[in-house]
T-cell receptor, first 112, second 111 residues
Framework: DTAVSQTPKYLVTQMGNDKSIKCEQN?????MYWYKQDSKKFLKIMFS???????INETVPNRFSPKSPDKAHLNLHINSLELGDSAVYFC???????????FGEGSRLTVL | GENVEQHPSTLSVQEGDSAVIKCTYS??????FPWYKQELGKGPQLIID?????GEKKDQRIAVTLNKTAKHFSLHITETQPEDSAVYFC??????????FGKGTKLSVKP
């Protein structure tokens, strides 16, 4: 039974399109995150939600909009995709903000 | 803001040898220092962590040491095995409370 699951695992799309990545955690955690991992493996936080409320929003373009319908879900919607958005996006959850992070398997986004 | 430097970026060792990865950080208020291992095609996974009130922690073949005065901490893996091959990330807490990650070390253990 997967703790943090995200879909889709692979996403190939054209520049200018809009796409979404979904994330669900069944660990009962209060805090969820989106991280972006570029081709050099650098892991950078994008957003953090605690109990459905946005608590961290790094310098991310407005084209990225997270949505948390409940504390077990944190989805990421991306508008007007650009080549530079190509990366692996990881969802994660933790019991508290500085607690152990549990990552999903990642969603590899390729923008052509 | 908080900065984390991780070295080396790549490390190749023979099976059975030890591997050491080092991280330095800038914010003296940081108090939690985890290490994550990322295998190919998977998400990172916590392997060991240390809090600022201790200087060393060990779990079987892996250990972490922390020098708060010098603001650096290290991951030590002894008797390396091929399954230790992965990318390793250090992390520290930021003032906002969340973690910031180092740039990763790709460890290759040759049989």
């Amino acid at each position: 039974d997967t703790a943090v699951s995200q879909t889709p695992k692979y996403l190939v799309t054209q520049m200018g399109n809009d796409k979404s990545i979904k994330c669900e955690q069944n660990l009962g955690h209060d805090t969820m995150y989106w991280y972006k991992q570029d081709s050099k493996k650098f892991l950078k936080i994008m957003f953090s939600y605690n109990n459905k409320e946005l608590i961290i929003n790094e310098t991310v373009p407005n084209r990225f909009s997270p949505k948390s319908p409940d504390k077990a879900h944190l989805n990421l919607h991306i508008n007007s995709l650009e080549l530079g958005d190509s990366a692996v996006y990881f969802c994660a959850s933790s019991q508290s903000l500085a607690g152990e992070l549990f990552f999903g398997e990642g969603s590899r986004l390729t923008v052509l | 803001g908080e900065n984390v430097e991780q070295h080396p970026s790549t490390l190749s060792v023979q099976e059975g040898d030890s591997a050491v990865i080092k991280c330095t950080y800038s914010d003296s208020a940081s108090n939690y220092f985890p290490w994550y291992k990322q295998e190919l095609g998977k998400g990172p996974q916590l392997i060991i962590d240390i809090r600022s009130n201790v200087g060393e922690k060990k779990d079987q073949r892996i250990a972490v040491t922390l020098n708060k005065t010098a603001k650096h901490f290290s991951l030590h893996i002894t008797e390396t095995q091929p399954e230790d091959s992965a990318v390793y990330f250090c992390a520290v807490t930021r003032s906002q409370g969340n973690l910031i990650f180092g740039k990763g070390t790709k460890l290759s253990v040759k049989p």
